[in-house]
């Protein structure tokens, strides 16, 4: 590197060095931009003749301390604390809303299948906010595609908690779950932002536990709240927009930018403004988006990555996985409080042995991350998403197993334990397959990490929606075992898809068009 460039710093053209940028712009030339000097006007223009990126701001190697995978381990965990904070928030409330279907049933007179609506219409709502608010992330930043609705969402659960009829019930719910929706999909891509592979695979766990442990930690704080009085189904609403205000500010305050282009581009800014050289800029700055653009290249992205096979196969799986979660949420209650007569709070207690069955997956996904990490070590730090499917060559096979232990043994004639522990294998293997299934999305399409969430986000919420629904009257008119054993013989004929993907998935991953950067 010359001096002079170095004097600017920016590298030169002769001594670039050039490598697979980990926020995703494929090769990028790494230069340093911390604290260039201004040459005089003469100088400038000839050395802009020849070199057209001299003012261009990227990272500098590997080390740079501005890249947010160069922070202080302490910076990054509470980046991903806060995230994975705003992240439970709607999924707490997806299901603190079940235990009080009784009571808006008995309230405004409907049947417990039109109540349950509230729950269903939140995750589709959770299914469609990641569509919108994931490009939008991708485009001007983690924050203000995170936080902004997040708080929002905090304003509809005040909607919910004031409504005076079902509709505007039902309304509310849709729309906190649409705005709550932005930081399940894109609180993944943080974690791609500020993570390498090699350690992101166990802050992927503890995203993930926040993800499932909120819906089963929900159902127990709802049932608790619902039997303080005939409002207590407004109180469960009022605690989620407490949580999402007091979440959404502090969030605000202390989470700094992850997203590598919009970091950039703030250095940019920064530059052009300390040495009023208005020629510093990034690639994000280059960016002109027209409304045709942002609707065919950013919004559309999600539902196009969809289509692909490896978007289209992983998120059916693991969308699968997670509608058995949400109908063991609604389905465990009722199996106890209807057929083993249980109090109210009491029978939503079992739900928290399928939390342990998170935590049990959750353990095994460590290893496997532990074990990704010395083989990415060995591969010169290059991914191999295939490896990380690991976990569900064990979770496919406890899934349909969990099932059928469940709906057998749900008769009261069986002891309480043994459909608890039905539960407890159903989950552990539900969290495996599911957070194998992110991994491989996350390490698959690094850059759109938060579209393909997204896709993965639209897919398992419209199985969450649909799953408490048609369980219900499934459950009621073939009985919990057959019901259970239907859903498991579908676990059954989903078990070869991750070892087709262990086997094929670098040839597939070679023709997919947002993947062809981790293939380079």
Known sequence: ????????????????????????????????????????????????????????????????????????????????????????????????????????????????????????????????????????????????????????????????????????????????????????????????????????????????????????IGTVVGSAIAISGNDGWRWTNYLCAIYTFIIAILSAIFVPETYHPVVLSKKAKKLRVTTQNWAWHSRQDELEMTINDILTKNLIRPFAMLMTPIVAAMCTYGAFAYGILYLGIVAVPVEFRNLRNWPVVTSSLPSLGMFVGVVIGGGLNMYVGRRYGRILLANNGKPIPEERLLGTFVGCFLLPIGLFIFGWTSPPKYPWIAPVIGTLLMTCGFFTIFQGCLNYLVDTFLRYAASAIAAATFTRSCFAAGFPLFGTIMFNNLGVPWGASILGFFAIAMIPIPFVFYRFGPEIRKRNPYSSQVMS
Not at 50 to 71: I, M, T
Not at 81 to 103: E, H, K, N, R, W
Not at 113 to 129: D, K, T
Request: a negative charge.
């Open 1 to 216: 590197m010359s001096t002079d460039a170095e004097n600017r710093g920016v590298s030169s053209s002769s001594a670039e060095k050039t490598f697979p940028d980990d926020s995703g712009g494929g090769q990028s030339t790494r230069e340093s931009v911390d604290g260039p000097s201004i040459d005089s006007p003469s100088n400038e223009k000839g050395n802009e003749d020849k070199d057209p990126d001299r003012y261009l701001v990227v990272f500098e190697g590997d080390d740079d301390p501005y890249c947010p995978l160069n922070w202080s381990v302490k910076k990054k965990c509470y980046t991903t604390m806060l995230y994975a904070f705003c992240t439970f928030g709607p999924q707490f409330a997806s299901s603190i809303y079940s235990p009080t279907v009784d009571d808006i049933s008995a309230l405004y007179h409907v049947s417990n299948e039109v109540a349950v609506l509230g729950v269903s219409l939140f995750l589709i709502g959770v299914g469609f906010g990641p569509m919108i608010f994931a490009p939008i992330s991708e485009m001007y930043g983690r924050k203000i595609g995170v936080i902004l609705p997040f708080f929002l969402s905090g304003l509809f659960a005040i909607g919910v908690a004031t409504a005076d009829n079902l509709q505007t019930v039902l309304i509310m719910r849709f729309f906190e779950g649409l705005f709550g929706g932005a930081p399940v999909s894109n609180s993944g891509g943080v974690l791609g932002d500020v993570w390498r592979p090699e350690a992101r695979g166990v802050a992927l766990v503890c995203y993930a536990y926040v993800v499932a442990g909120g819906p089963t």
